[in-house]
């Protein structure tokens, strides 16, 4: 598989914000939102055989994994194969994804974090709808959020689809205010969490 990084971090994102995790960062996104912070995975990356990537995540402590990218999805053979892997190890695994692909051969015991792209992603309606059927309550859906446009947005799409597991607003970092997000969802009564991506504030990098 093509990886563009491993790493050893703090869990910024989901319900497991705040936990030690290890990172499988793969190369390469079919999308190009507005508000991406990960651009630097688009291309390059190195080679690496599935035995290499255990060898690399058996190497740090944690016992959460969180396979991301880029879009990991687009090597999904690959992914199938490395959260097989994992799984049998005994680790917690997250899968980090756009939402675009289909989810539907994700091994149930994985967790999906799923985004669906908001108008002001630039790649807003990209979502595959066949997803919705495949989500369990341990799996979580977000919405990156960069205006209003895009709050109104998630709250339509929120209440016409009901998920089963956790939902999250998150706030393009910089751009919305998460104190106004907050207001917004406290006037509106939702039910679901704030994402802060407590990652870029710790600054670990």
């Known amino acids: 598989m093509q990886i563009t990084e491993i790493f050893h971090s703090i869990q910024g994102e989901s319900t497991y914000a705040g936990w030690p995790c290890t990172f499988v960062r793969l190369t390469a996104c079919n999308l190009r939102c507005t508000w991406c912070d990960s651009e630097y995975t688009f291309t390059g990356g190195i080679p690496m055989s599935l035995d290499e990537v255990m060898e690399r995540v058996r ?86 959020l960069a205006g209003r446009e895009d709050y109104d947005f998630a709250v339509r799409f929120f209440e016409e689809h009901p998920v089963p597991g956790p939902v999250h607003f998150s706030p393009v970092f910089g751009k919305l205010d998460p104190r106004t997000l907050a207001t917004w969802i406290l006037e509106d009564g939702l039910n679901v969490r704030v994402n802060l991506q407590i990652h870029k504030f710790l600054d670990l990098t």
């Open 59 to 144: 190497s740090y402590p944690a016992r959460l994994v969180e396979i991301t990218g880029g879009e990991p999805m687009l090597q999904e053979k690959e992914v199938l194969d490395l959260s097989h892997r994992l799984l049998g190890e005994g680790y917690t695994v997250l899968l980090e994804t756009s939402g675009e692909r289909n989810l539907t051969r994700v091994p149930p015991e994985v967790i999906k974090v799923m985004d669906v792209k908001c108008p002001g992603s630039g790649e807003g309606g990209r979502f595959c709808a066949d997803n919705l059927a495949v989500l369990t309550p341990r799996d979580e859906v977000k919405f990156v």
